[in-house]
């Protein structure tokens, strides 16, 4: 059974740095597409930046665009986020999701990815 586990999350001030990291369990990371989303209170699961099964493509939403990188380490099974800058809108729980496929693209749809992460909490305090 495939797990994905993300670590990483904590309390930081504003222009701060925190890196989350993804563990793929279950099944080799290099037939999956990953993604990172984010959920703040009351509002619904946005997508934050994902990348292809091989790395060579990665997309970003507007607001983690030169702030966030996403990349992978197939051989370690693990996808990373490095967060730069953080601002207290960046405040939410980060989960990690998962879509079994090899595919030439990135998709931003929640329901395009098939296995989730239980969430890291990031708090951004101003």
């Known amino acids: 059974q495939v797990q994905l586990v993300e670590s990483g999350g904590g309390l930081v001030q504003a222009g701060d740095s925190l890196r989350l990291s993804c563990a793929l369990s279950?099944?080799?990371?290099?037939?999956?597409?990953v993604a990172w989303f984010r959920q703040a209170p009351g509002k619904e699961r946005e997508f934050v930046a994902g990348?292809?099964?091989?790395?060579?493509?990665?997309r970003y939403a507007d607001s983690a665009k030169g702030r966030f990188t996403i990349s992978r380490d197939n051989g370690k099974n693990m996808v990373y986020l490095q967060m730069n800058s953080l601002k207290p809108e960046n405040t939410a729980v980060y989960y990690c999701?998962?879509?079994?496929?090899?595919?030439?693209?990135?998709?931003?749809?929640?329901?395009?990815?098939?296995?989730w992460g239980q969430g890291t909490q990031v708090t951004v305090s101003s």
């Open positions: 999701a998962a879509d079994r496929a090899r595919r030439t693209e990135v998709s931003i749809s929640i329901n395009f990815y098939d296995h």
């Open positions: 990348i292809n099964w091989h790395g060579g493509i990665t």
């Open positions: 279950g099944d080799t990371l290099n037939q999956y597409g």
